[in-house]
């Protein structure tokens, strides 16, 4: 098999949204790992590609435009991510322009709702955690880190953030077609992002792809981060299924011993990767026999 796909990580963080390092910081590292392929597809913005871009050319890495866009399907919170997109497109700016404001009243409702943790002035010290960035939850956990509310981050989703808890507010998002739309506007390949995050049964997982295969979707996920084998093996089954291109991913944050840029499962064979959808337009893309 040719193993091509080792260098490529299409799903990233940096300090613009989520993640703990700087956009240059976050390519250097990625070349150290050897990759020669990273997109930066931070949460509802787009403000760290042209950083991103010249670092990567000193690195003599390539770097592939990305966003990750949340949206609201069937009641459930979704990401879609966007690959190889124009960062300057203006219906893309206008819709991240409206993520931006979605997020700010978000993060109001999410303090609004965990007022009683007794976290004096907890907007603005999340406000202060974020430095600039898209306000998300993992500032409002380590707020509550800093102020002793939990001793992790961990904890502190499991408690008060994560999924049905108090202060998970997602029904703010737009609807997927309305991502894929934004994506598509930009030249951009509409990704469905970690299939398996969600907390759904293979039923509804397979409605959704057929949701978002019919809005226009183009990929999806096959690999997240460290899978086993036959979840591997199971989401590539689904992307042939649904006629689905196979994209490949860390979704890195942090470095820790799980996560690093470049550090996912294995893609399995005989499934067609994203990336192919551009090789045309990116000679250096195109493996080697």
Request: charged share 20%; hydrophobic share 40%; net charge negative.
């Amino acid at each position: 098999m040719n193993a091509f796909w080792a260098g490529f990580d299409l799903h990233s963080h940096s300090t613009c949204s989520d993640g703990k390092l700087s956009p240059t910081e976050l390519v250097q590292l990625a070349a150290e790992q050897g990759l020669h392929t990273l997109s930066l597809t931070d949460h509802d913005t787009v403000k760290g590609i042209r950083e991103a871009k010249q670092a990567a050319e000193q690195c003599g890495l390539q770097l592939i435009p990305g966003v990750e866009i949340s949206t609201t399907w069937s009641k459930a919170s979704v990401h879609i991510v966007g690959l190889n997109l124009d960062p300057e497109n203006p219906e893309l700016l206008e819709g991240l322009a409206s993520q931006q404001a979605a997020r700010r009243q978000r993060a109001e409702l999410i303090a609004q709702k965990l007022s009683g943790l007794g976290i004096d002035d907890f907007l603005a010290k999340v406000e202060q955690q974020a430095n600039g960035a898209e306000i998300g939850r993992p500032h409002f956990a380590q707020v509550m880190v800093d102020e002793g509310v939990v001793e992790t981050m961990a904890e502190a989703f499991k408690k008060h953030l994560g999924a049905g808890k108090k202060g998970d507010v997602k029904n703010l998002w737009p609807e997927i077609d309305q991502a894929v739309q934004w994506i598509h506007a930009a030249g951009g390949v509409a990704v469905l992002a970690h299939p398996l995050h969600y907390k759904m049964t293979n039923m509804k997982r397979r409605a959704l792809l057929k949701a978002f295969k019919a809005c226009g979707g183009d990929a999806m996920e096959v690999v997240s981060g460290m899978q086993t084998p036959d979840q591997s093996r199971y989401m590539a089954q689904l992307a042939k299924e649904y006629e689905l291109k196979a994209s490949v991913g860390s979704d890195f944050h942090f470095v820790t011993q799980w996560q690093k840029p470049g550090k996912y499962s294995a893609l399995p064979e005989s499934i067609d990767p994203v990336w192919m959808t551009w090789a045309d337009s990116l000679p250096e893309c195109q493996p080697s026999a």
